[in-house]
């Protein structure tokens, strides 16, 4: 079985400031974790992907991502953000070398201001 | 190349009516997902074709929804009779046999089901 937590529904910052968007997940296998952003009235977009190589993991627009295996934890990041990251994004979870079905998690809506 | 489709891009029924929902996925890719999104609630899986093969509908609610997929190609998601709770954003998704350690699975915009 795999779940997945977003630990925040709602995160704002200022633009220009860092993003932590924060993730634990739960995975009786050998996990895959990716980041997956919608934007208004658009579909999924992935964001960044982890599976099995690095733990540290670079995506689109600045985005990055760590997986920590002890923390089961995949948390999100930005240094600097920007007014077009407004946006939500899902944390989700599949096994890793299969075309299994993906578990997303509830959703995080980041709000940028000025 | 041409990224996947789903038509109706909104749709509103009566209770009791019925909707189909269509998606064209990646032209190549034999995998093919149903997700839907109800208010407030995580995206959550309906099913998986292989081709046109049934792979897994553990995520079917019940016996109201019905998907197809004739021919390997596009995929319809019907819903007879609708109820207010199927409300929500029904996503498709697709991705190729095998690539590589892992499937990505590419999102259409999602069709916007409202139940009245």
């Known amino acids: 079985a795999q779940s997945v937590t977003q630990l925040d529904s709602h995160v704002s910052v200022s633009e220009g400031t860092p993003v932590l968007l924060r993730c634990n997940y739960s995975?009786?296998?050998?996990?895959?974790l990716f980041w997956y952003v919608q934007h208004p009235n658009k579909g999924l977009q992935l964001l960044l992907k982890?599976?099995?190589?690095?733990?540290l993991v670079k995506g689109i627009n600045g985005f990055e991502a760590e997986f920590k295996k002890s923390e089961t934890s995949f948390h999100l990041t930005k240094p600097s953000a920007h007014m077009s990251d407004a946006a939500e994004y899902f944390c989700?979870?599949?096994?890793?070398?299969?075309?299994?079905?993906?578990?997303f998690g509830t959703g995080t809506r980041l709000q940028v201001t000025l | 190349e041409a990224g996947v489709t789903q038509f109706p891009s909104h749709s509103v029924i009566e209770k009791g009516q019925t909707v189909t929902l269509r998606c064209d996925p990646i032209?190549?890719?034999?995998?093919l997902y149903w997700y839907r999104r109800v208010m407030g609630k995580e995206i959550k899986f309906l099913l998986h074709?292989?081709?046109?093969?049934?792979?897994?509908e553990s995520g079917m609610p019940n016996n109201r929804f019905l998907a197809e997929r004739t021919g390997g190609t596009y995929s319809t998601l019907k819903v007879q009779p609708a109820e207010l709770e199927d409300s929500g954003v029904y996503f498709c998704?697709?991705?190729?046999?095998?690539?590589?350690?892992?499937?990505?699975?590419?999102f259409g915009p999602g069709t916007r089901l409202t139940v009245t």
């Open positions: 995975s009786s296998y050998s996990p895959s």
């Open positions: 032209s190549g890719h034999d995998n």
């Open positions: 074709f292989v081709k046109e093969s049934k792979q897994d």
């Open positions: 982890y599976t099995s190589a690095a733990t």
């Open positions: 989700v979870v599949t096994i890793t070398g299969t075309a299994s079905k993906l578990t």
């Open positions: 998704a697709s991705s190729k046999i095998r690539t590589s350690e892992y499937y990505e699975q590419y």
